[in-house]
């Protein structure tokens, strides 16, 4: 019953929420919200590249291990 309660008053919320939400909104788009996105997109590919480019030993370390012919054979006999 506890569970009900909570659901029927959410509900309730989200009912109000919507009636006493406008029906339509209207957005501006200044002329540099563009440039800023791009300047996003720009500072997270520079971010991964410095982060590639530090830890690339690591990653390569990582990439490159395979088991070794060394430790099969030790496991045979």
Aim: hydrophobic share 50%.
């Amino acid at each position: 019953m506890k569970h009900f309660k909570n659901f029927l008053t959410a509900l309730g919320l989200i009912a109000l929420f919507c009636f006493m939400a406008p029906n339509r909104l209207y957005g501006y788009l200044d002329a540099g919200t563009g440039s800023y996105m791009v300047q996003i997109i720009i500072a997270f590919a520079a971010g991964g590249a410095f982060a590639i480019k530090i830890f690339w030993r690591r990653i390569y370390a990582f990439i490159k291990r395979t088991p070794s012919k060394n430790k099969d054979e030790q496991n045979k006999k």
